[in-house]
């Protein structure tokens, strides 16, 4: 009798567990993002591995305005993170348009940030970067442009944003990071999508991702 009721409960488990699956609306609810391969994943938080989902490392850096941010400037906040460089003539001048073109759309609602690392922070000092966002309209408290430790920022690209594409094959710590990425963060701290910052397009789908994501909290 024992053994009965079990095969019963663990199949009614089973078919709940199957069922809330299914449940997840893929087109109302965003992925999670967990490895660098950025394989989405649709997690429920009655997963068991809901509370083991990637997230973004403690960190801390210098701003345009010479203002320590560290990752509890974001808590509670949505925000899109790229990198760049100040000398950059190729691809950056094309993030930074649209990184401005985000933040004019996104101006007066306070639940959404940018976060810009400076990929060359030995050259790109305080006064480069403020030069940089003053360029390209930065307003102080909604794009937060950062330089700051060489270490600390390639490897919140490469372990925490997966953001570096060349190092995800050929694992060299002295390559020099340049990606178009432009990787959305929920308010958690989890990566939430990840788009081509150079594509009108993509710019499109990021914006569409933000208001199903601020639908969530």
């Not at 488990?13 to 989405?40: A, G």
């Not at 790229?82 to 094309?94: A, L």
């Not at 790109?124 to 950062?146: C, G, P």
């Not at 959305?184 to 914006?207: H, S």
Request: aromatic share 12%; net charge neutral; proline share 3%.
């Amino acid at each position: 009798m024992k053994l009965k009721i079990l095969s019963i409960a663990s199949i009614f488990v089973m078919f709940f567990s199957c069922n809330n699956q299914i449940s997840i609306d893929k087109t109302k609810t965003l992925p999670f993002y967990n490895s660098e391969e950025y394989t989405p994943q649709w997690i429920s938080q009655s997963d068991p591995n809901y509370t083991n989902i990637h997230t973004i490392a403690p960190f801390e850096f210098t701003n345009q305005n010479g203002k320590k941010i560290t990752n509890k400037e974001f808590e509670g906040k949505i925000y899109i993170a790229d990198f760049f460089f100040t000398s950059c003539p190729s691809i950056c001048p094309i993030l930074a348009k649209n990184m401005e073109a985000i933040q004019a759309y996104y101006k007066h609602d306070e639940t959404i940030l940018l976060l810009s690392h400076s990929v060359m922070p030995w050259v790109d000092t305080v006064e480069k970067i403020k030069a940089y966002a003053t360029e390209n309209n930065a307003i102080d408290t909604k794009w937060h442009l950062v330089t700051g430790d060489r270490n600390q920022i390639y490897q919140l690209a490469r372990n925490s944003y997966f953001a570096d594409e060349d190092y995800k094959k050929t694992k060299d710590e002295l390559e020099f990071i340049h990606t178009e990425n432009f990787i959305l963060v929920d308010k958690k701290g989890r990566i939430r999508g990840v788009y081509n910052g150079t594509l009108a397009l993509d710019i499109q789908r990021l914006q569409r991702h933000i208001e199903l994501l601020k639908l969530e909290y």
